[in-house]
């Protein structure tokens, strides 16, 4: 058992108690998820304004950026009390370097670069020492901060490096250091002399990390809502558009509904039962989460594409964005429920399947056709799983080595 984080050298005013208690969302973590509605928007415009191929690299990229500095933050805020007001006023740093972040993503690979690296280097470096600093020597998280301070700034100085150089040339350096981001939860922050983390002593309160994650989800569905309702809008309210409107707001709702189901409770229930939650937490949340989110805004671009040009037939990147985007977030959900609950849904992948296989007549079909097809298809899967009992929670996996 790992040695609840609230009680060790006495009660800690800077850290949520360990007492079995319901860790709840605060006001706090909900006005710092706002900068991140902001964030999925510019990624979504990103692929708009440059719809090829290396446009939706490039988005690809950056929405790794974005999500590891979110869910890093929550990693923290996990653990960090945001009652207290040192705390507090880090999660406020944090939100204006999100902020200044977000707004320099369009040109981060243009004549952003240096804002774009240095909020997100100062965000990550600056909660990391933060949270260092806010723990005492002993205290068994502090290793972990300290280890994250390292791995933070070797990445951070590739990140500043590749701002010195011009254009796509900055992802010499930046693909390493990305790639040094990425690696850093499987390695366990992996340091000499101080060795690695293992997930047990992250102690994880397994239902709050689920809900925050899930949190991301509402605002990546949330901008596809806003950034279809603000096309439909521009484009005039005619009869088309408001039927292109109803097909794109039917596929966000399926969407929706099949994260939002059976699997979703029991995904929390398993967090909250776990002898290990902060192992789910990695593999399940950190990691296996980012195609359901990169889904969800392949997605919102197809919709976009729908609504400006409703009767034309979509190619190439237009039509892997309608097709692709929900076919992604099907897989996403499918790896996600593998890792949590140890089964796969089999009509969601052969749902998945579908829609890959719909590129062999999209290009000849309307967007609108091609559209109410995917939304009708989503929708089934939704009712279908709605016919099926759920059944009850399974119980919690074993902890694996």
């Not at 490096?161 to 010499?172: M, S």
């Not at 999209?362 to 091609?370: M, P, R």
Request: net charge neutral.
């Amino acid at each position: 058992m790992p040695t609840p984080i609230a009680t060790v050298a006495g009660p800690l005013r800077h850290l949520r108690p360990r007492d079995g208690s319901e860790q709840t969302i605060t006001s706090v973590e909900l006005f710092f998820d706002l900068v991140y509605v902001f964030a999925v928007t510019q990624l979504s415009h990103l692929i708009l304004d440059d719809l090829t191929v290396g446009g939706v690299a490039r988005a690809a990229f950056l929405l790794l950026v974005v999500w590891w500095a979110w869910i890093y933050t929550t990693w923290m805020v996990n653990w960090f009390d945001p009652a207290s007001a040192a705390v507090r006023a880090v999660l406020v740093g944090v939100m204006l370097a999100s902020l200044l972040m977000a707004a320099a993503l369009p040109e981060a690979l243009t004549e952003r670069g240096w804002l774009f690296v240095g909020a997100y280097v100062v965000l990550q470096v600056g909660r990391n020492v933060a949270g260092a600093a806010l723990l005492p020597r002993g205290q068994p998280l502090r290793g972990v901060f300290e280890r994250l301070v390292v791995w933070s700034v070797v990445a951070g100085a590739l990140w500043l490096a590749g701002a010195a150089l011009e254009g796509d040339a900055r992802l010499i350096l930046w693909i390493p250091a990305l790639a040094i981001e990425l690696a850093a939860p499987a390695a366990g922050y992996w340091v000499p002399r101080l060795g690695r983390s293992l997930t047990s002593d992250y102690d994880v309160a397994g239902g709050h990390f689920a809900e925050r994650c899930q949190g991301f989800i509402i605002i990546a569905l949330g901008e596809s809502i806003v950034v279809t309702g603000a096309t439909a809008a521009d484009a005039g309210l005619t009869f088309t558009v408001v039927v292109c409107l109803v097909v794109a707001f039917l596929e966000t709702a399926a969407l929706w509904w099949l994260y939002f189901g059976a699997a979703a409770a029991h995904s929390r229930a398993a967090m909250a039962a776990s002898d290990d939650p902060g192992r789910l937490a990695r593999d399940a949340y950190t990691y296996l989460h980012l195609p359901i989110v990169a889904g969800i805004i392949g997605a919102a671009v197809g919709d976009d594409l729908l609504i400006a040009e409703p009767h034309e037939a979509l190619h190439g990147v237009g039509l892997a964005m309608v097709l692709g985007g929900p076919a992604l977030y099907l897989l996403g959900e499918s790896l996600f429920r593998l890792r949590m609950i140890g089964s796969t849904n089999h009509k969601r992948l052969v749902a998945a399947a579908v829609l890959v296989a719909l590129a062999l007549i999209g290009g000849h079909i309307s967007a609108l056709a091609l559209s109410a097809i995917v939304a009708a298809l989503l929708s089934a899967v939704a009712v279908w799983e709605l016919r099926t009992p759920a059944g009850p929670p399974p119980a919690p996996r074993p902890r694996v080595p």
